[in-house]
């Protein structure tokens, strides 16, 4: 039944990357596939995290920006292109997801995937996985490293994956790289400092993010390698339609709103996770509303372009 669902899901996919310059909808896709529309709108979204529209969406927006920047296309025949009726709603989106205007991310010359193409584990996926499989990376997984990034792209605005690989092996080298493999495959990996408490770089397949893979390597930090220290993150800003819902995962699993923060040019913001042991947690904790930061509420606006121990 699992293989069934992944050729299914992955039929879905290849019908949407041959036709990126379509308008889509889920009808479309459904009726291309043979497939009701409840059923593959219900496993397609379970399986890559995403809905077909937002994945279309940001596959879409991804080719665009690719080509605002490395072709000379005017900006409206990039926007027909895209399957947008005029430029003004390919700007109107463009703007939402990439927080700047198709010209003014033209002239930056600087491209950076929304998202890129997923491809799913046709294996069935293991479901009893616990933190004690979690290991330290070594320089032999770091092709298979990368292409989970590739996966996960999503969850990083402005990831430089030149830049990203070239610090890759000095984690490896400080075992501050965990790695969770399901055979041959990467399906969770994180970049940590140990100094910071800070978490740097987490990623998990989509087709293991609903099986508490997150929680796992929270776990493996607070038990083992960040005992009774507070762990520290940044991510998406309230509200921001380029999230895919790391926000809410990360506020699901315990972690506290802190200030707002500018990070590569990108509005994110610091989330901080308590120590497990109740008599370490500062009394701040127990204090701050949880909502700090939002709307209306006191913030601190900090530009970093290049921030301490984002450097993964």
């Given at each position: 039944?699992?293989?069934?669902?992944?050729?299914?899901?992955?039929?879905?996919?290849?019908?949407?990357?041959?036709?990126?310059?379509?308008?889509?909808?889920?009808?479309?896709?459904?009726?291309?596939?043979?497939?009701?529309?409840?059923?593959?709108?219900?496993?397609?979204?379970?399986?890559?995290?995403?809905?077909?529209?937002?994945?279309?969406?940001?596959?879409?927006?991804?080719?665009?920006?690719?080509?605002?920047?490395?072709?000379?296309?005017?900006?409206?025949?990039?926007?027909?292109?895209?399957?947008?009726?005029?430029?003004?709603?390919?700007?109107?989106?463009?703007?939402?997801?990439?927080?700047?205007?198709?010209?003014?991310?033209?002239?930056?010359?600087?491209?950076?995937?929304?998202?890129?193409?997923?491809?799913?584990?046709?294996?069935?996926?293991?479901?009893?996985?616990?933190?004690?499989?979690?290991?330290?990376?070594?320089?032999?997984?770091?092709?298979?490293?990368?292409?989970?990034?590739?996966?996960?792209?999503?969850?990083?605005?402005?990831?430089?994956?030149?830049?990203?690989?070239?610090?890759?092996?000095?984690?490896?080298?400080?075992?501050?790289?965990?790695?969770?493999?399901?055979?041959?495959?990467?399906?969770?990996?994180?970049?940590?400092?140990?100094?910071?408490?800070?978490?740097?770089?987490?990623?998990?397949?989509?087709?293991?993010?609903?099986?508490?893979?997150?929680?796992?390597?929270?776990d493996k930090l607070a038990d083992e390698l960040l005992y009774r220290k507070e762990i520290t993150l940044t991510t998406y800003r309230a509200g921001d339609k380029a999230d895919t819902g790391w926000r809410e995962e990360y506020r699901?699993?315990?972690?506290?709103?802190?200030?707002?923060?500018?990070?590569?040019?990108?509005?994110?913001?610091?989330?901080?996770?308590?120590?497990?042991?109740?008599?370490?947690?500062?009394?701040?904790?127990?204090?701050?509303?949880?909502?700090?930061?939002?709307?209306?509420?006191?913030?601190?606006?900090?530009?970093?372009?290049?921030?301490?121990?984002?450097?993964?």
């Amino acid at each position: 039944m699992q293989g069934q669902t992944v050729r299914i899901v992955s039929q879905a996919i290849r019908y949407i990357e041959e036709h990126l310059h379509e308008k889509m909808d889920l009808d479309m896709v459904a009726s291309a596939l043979h497939y009701s529309k409840y059923h593959l709108h219900r496993i397609f979204t379970k399986t890559v995290g995403l809905t077909i529209h937002d994945y279309a969406k940001r596959r879409q927006l991804t080719e665009a920006a690719k080509l605002l920047v490395f072709s000379a296309k005017p900006i409206i025949e990039i926007a027909l292109m895209s399957g947008y009726e005029s430029q003004q709603a390919f700007t109107d989106i463009f703007k939402a997801m990439y927080k700047t205007s198709p010209a003014e991310f033209r002239e930056t010359e600087n491209f950076y995937p929304l998202q890129l193409e997923i491809y799913l584990k046709e294996e069935l996926v293991k479901m009893n996985l616990t933190k004690d499989n979690i290991k330290f990376a070594t320089p032999e997984d770091a092709d298979d490293w990368m292409e989970l990034v590739s996966l996960t792209i999503d969850g990083y605005p402005c990831l430089d994956k030149e830049d990203y690989a070239a610090n890759l092996h000095r984690y490896i080298a400080d075992k501050k790289a965990l790695i969770l493999r399901d055979d041959d495959m990467a399906i969770g990996v994180m970049g940590f400092s140990p100094d910071t408490g800070s978490i740097d770089f987490l990623a998990v397949h989509p087709q293991y993010r609903h099986l508490g893979i997150t929680k796992l390597f929270l776990d493996k930090l607070a038990d083992e390698l960040l005992y009774r220290k507070e762990i520290t993150l940044t991510t998406y800003r309230a509200g921001d339609k380029a999230d895919t819902g790391w926000r809410e995962e990360y506020r699901r699993l315990g972690f506290a709103e802190r200030e707002l923060l500018v990070e590569y040019g990108y509005p994110t913001q610091r989330f901080v996770l308590p120590p497990k042991n109740k008599e370490e947690i500062p009394q701040e904790y127990t204090s701050m509303p949880e909502n700090t930061g939002r709307k209306g509420e006191t913030r601190n606006d900090r530009n970093t372009e290049k921030p301490v121990s984002r450097e993964l």
